[in-house]
């Protein structure tokens, strides 16, 4: 099952862009299968589980942390995570940056932008954005883009005018700072966050089923 939705939904999309399996909630067995169909990019939304999973699953993936972050628990993810999509803050960079030290590592990140109407979703405002990225001097940090995640609505026109928005954004300073990523789109909304120009979609109950 978790094998015929992920290749219908490769199927579905641009060989150009990056499907995150976002598999939070979901047991092993479901990234094992996700992964014995060549699936190599997994989301988490929490520290402990993304760390839980990563011990006992192969190491050819690429774990990517698309929750809220706390500073605390950044260095259980630091010595392997791949990308994290969730930087909401200087404070988180900060320790971001330290840990990259402590593990010779650059770390990527996607600054997340806050474009929903909604008061409940985490991210930075378009003038934090610009604030961070002018004074960006970390040495252990590689900011690859952007992440945004659109309102919980049916509204299609507000949907895709938030995607607008963040991919205007993108594009305004992609070749500035050097960016390839701009993730968004979700199970419910991904095909409209492509046209507007997503390059790396997190798609979770569409390939695993929905969440209890
Ligand atoms: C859960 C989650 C997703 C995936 O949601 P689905 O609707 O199951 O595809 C994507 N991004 C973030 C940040 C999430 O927390």
């Given at each position: 099952?978790i094998?015929?939705?992920?290749?219908?939904?490769?199927?579905?999309?641009?060989?150009?862009?990056?499907?995150?399996?976002?598999s939070?909630?979901?047991?092993?067995?479901?990234?094992?299968e996700a992964?014995?169909?060549?699936?190599?990019?997994?989301?988490?939304?929490?520290v402990?589980?993304?760390?839980?999973?990563?011990?006992?699953?192969?190491q050819?993936?690429?774990?990517?942390?698309?929750?809220?972050?706390?500073?605390?628990?950044?260095?259980y993810?630091?010595?392997?995570?791949?990308l994290?999509?969730?930087?909401?803050?200087?404070?988180?960079?900060?320790?971001?940056?330290?840990?990259?030290?402590?593990?010779?590592?650059?770390?990527?990140?996607?600054?997340?932008?806050?474009?929903?109407?909604?008061?409940?979703?985490?991210?930075?405002?378009?003038?934090?954005?610009?604030?961070?990225?002018?004074?960006?001097?970390?040495?252990?940090?590689?900011?690859?883009?952007?992440?945004?995640?659109?309102?919980?609505?049916?509204?299609?026109?507000?949907?895709?005018?938030?995607?607008?928005?963040l991919?205007?954004?993108?594009?305004q300073?992609?070749?500035?700072?050097?960016w390839?990523?701009?993730?968004?789109?979700?199970?419910?909304?991904?095909?409209?966050?492509?046209?507007?120009?997503?390059?790396?979609?997190?798609v979770?109950?569409?390939?695993?089923?929905?969440?209890?």
């Amino acid at each position: 099952m978790i094998k015929d939705n992920l290749s219908a939904l490769i199927q579905s999309i641009p060989s150009t862009v990056t499907l995150v399996a976002v598999s939070k909630t979901k047991p092993v067995a479901s990234l094992l299968e996700a992964h014995q169909a060549g699936q190599r990019d997994f989301g988490e939304n929490k520290v402990q589980e993304l760390v839980d999973k990563a011990s006992v699953l192969p190491q050819n993936i690429r774990w990517h942390m698309i929750g809220h972050l706390q500073r605390n628990k950044v260095k259980y993810i630091a010595p392997f995570v791949s990308l994290i999509h969730s930087v909401d803050s200087f404070r988180l960079l900060n320790e971001i940056n330290k840990q990259g030290k402590k593990n010779d590592r650059v770390i990527d990140c996607l600054l997340q932008v806050r474009i929903a109407q909604e008061e409940t979703k985490f991210g930075l405002t378009f003038e934090n954005s610009n604030e961070i990225l002018n004074q960006n001097n970390y040495t252990h940090i590689r900011i690859r883009g952007l992440m945004g995640m659109a309102s919980f609505t049916d509204n299609q026109i507000q949907i895709e005018s938030e995607f607008k928005s963040l991919a205007q954004y993108y594009k305004q300073y992609q070749d500035q700072y050097d960016w390839d990523t701009l993730s968004m789109g979700m199970s419910g909304d991904y095909p409209l966050a492509l046209s507007c120009g997503s390059t790396m979609i997190r798609v979770g109950s569409r390939i695993f089923g929905s969440r209890n």
